[in-house]
């Protein structure tokens, strides 16, 4: 009983630092986008299954902190539904950039879905039960959609496709949040947030293996040059 009168009394102080966290998380796509806005990448690179359940996620959770009235936690996820909604318009941009027309008409359509997961998710919450498992499963889905990429890591080495300030902003969140359901006896808050933090260290060991093994690549490039230029020679003959 001492234990868990001493863990409220840090709640103050949680609530801080979970708002913080997650619009900071909300907030990390940036670092995705500004190659493509500055032309060197395609949107395509674009995890948009992350920015997907980014939204979802965040609408849901609004929701529920509006039915349970706990206003600031509602806060911080009415920012981040906003945040996430404005990235969405962004990469909506650019898959219609050429189409003018089309893109006010998505932004259009991506309004009318938000406003139905609001009206479903108020009314499921009043009148089901199943809405915490619900909870659970997007929650889940959000901090794995960063992975998305994972195949592509795999096949072609590449470390960046993995949106890693994502990832680590993703582990301090979940770990925030989990902490707050632990203090909250909230069995819909820690489930996903602890599965989230273990979903984002695998992400962030896969991004570290391959980014130490680039890295060591490109060392023993500059130390033996020779043989970098000897591959290169190979490769011309063959073909």
Do not use: H
Not at 65 to 83: A, K
Not at 126 to 133: A, Q, T
Not at 146 to 167: D, L, T
């Amino acid at each position: 009983y001492k234990n868990k009168m001493e863990l409220k009394s840090i709640l103050p102080f949680l609530d801080v630092f979970n708002l913080i966290i997650t619009i900071f998380l909300n907030l990390s796509p940036i670092v995705v986008f500004i190659p493509v806005i500055k032309g060197k990448e395609k949107y395509t690179n674009i995890p948009i299954s992350m920015l997907i359940f980014n939204l979802l996620n965040n609408l849901c959770w609004a929701c529920y902190w509006f039915r349970l009235s706990y206003f600031n936690s509602l806060l911080c996820c009415s920012i981040c539904s906003t945040i996430a909604t404005l990235f969405f318009i962004l990469y909506l941009y650019f898959l219609n950039k050429k189409q003018i027309n089309k893109f006010i008409i998505s932004i259009i359509f991506l309004f009318c879905i938000e406003l139905i997961i609001i009206y479903i998710s108020i009314y499921v919450i009043k009148n089901l039960n199943f809405y915490g498992k619900y909870l659970i499963v997007i929650n889940i889905i959000m901090y794995i959609a960063p992975g998305q990429n994972i195949i592509k890591v795999i096949k072609e080495n590449n470390y960046k496709y993995i949106p890693i300030v994502n990832v680590i902003m993703g582990a301090l969140c979940s770990g925030g949040w989990f902490l707050y359901g632990k203090i909250m006896n909230d069995i819909n808050c820690m489930i996903p947030n602890g599965l989230g933090l273990l979903f984002s260290l695998i992400n962030t060991i896969i991004w570290l293996f391959y980014y130490l093994k680039a890295r060591n690549k490109k060392n023993k490039s500059k130390f033996y040059p020779e043989e970098n230029q000897n591959n290169q020679t190979r490769d011309v003959e063959i073909k």
